[in-house]
């Protein structure tokens, strides 16, 4: 049965840190979403007029490819801001994405 140890324990003889230095917690802890909480993402979505919430997006093109949109098919807007794909996303954020493409 292996041994768990508290993320901050120094274990003697594997410690490579010079002496005095603090420990570095190395594991990230999980954090979960929950509705109304302000680590989501609110997009609205044009023109069908609907508001999806998205946890977790780091960048515009993450949020195109959770909404099974290409590059070219919509245009994200952020206030009076157009992104472009490369653009980073922070939690909390309200986006309009505008659909650009023709269906008729």
Same mark, same amino acid.
């Given at each position: 049965?292996?041994?768990?140890? $508290? &993320?901050?324990?120094?274990?003697?003889?594997?410690?490579?840190?010079?002496?005095? !230095?603090? $420990?570095?917690?190395?594991?990230? !802890?999980?954090?979960?979403?929950? =509705?109304?909480?302000?680590?989501?993402?609110? &997009?609205?979505?044009?023109?069908?007029?609907?508001? &999806?919430?998205?946890?977790?997006?780091?960048?515009?093109?993450?949020? %195109? =490819?959770?909404?099974?949109? !290409?590059?070219?098919?919509?245009?994200?807007?952020?206030?009076?801001?157009?992104?472009?794909?490369?653009?980073? %996303?922070?939690?909390?954020?309200?986006?309009?994405?505008?659909?650009?493409?023709?269906?008729?």
């Amino acid at each position: 049965m292996p041994i768990f140890r $508290p &993320v901050n324990t120094i274990v003697p003889g594997l410690d490579k840190r010079p002496p005095g !230095r603090a $420990p570095v917690c190395t594991r990230a !802890r999980p954090t979960r979403a929950r =509705q109304g909480d302000p680590a989501l993402i609110t &997009v609205f979505i044009e023109p069908d007029n609907e508001t &999806v919430s998205f946890p977790r997006l780091s960048t515009a093109l993450q949020l %195109l =490819q959770r909404l099974n949109l !290409r590059v070219n098919d919509a245009l994200i807007i952020r206030g009076a801001e157009l992104l472009t794909p490369d653009r980073a %996303l922070a939690d909390g954020e309200t986006l309009r994405v505008r659909k650009v493409t023709s269906t008729g």
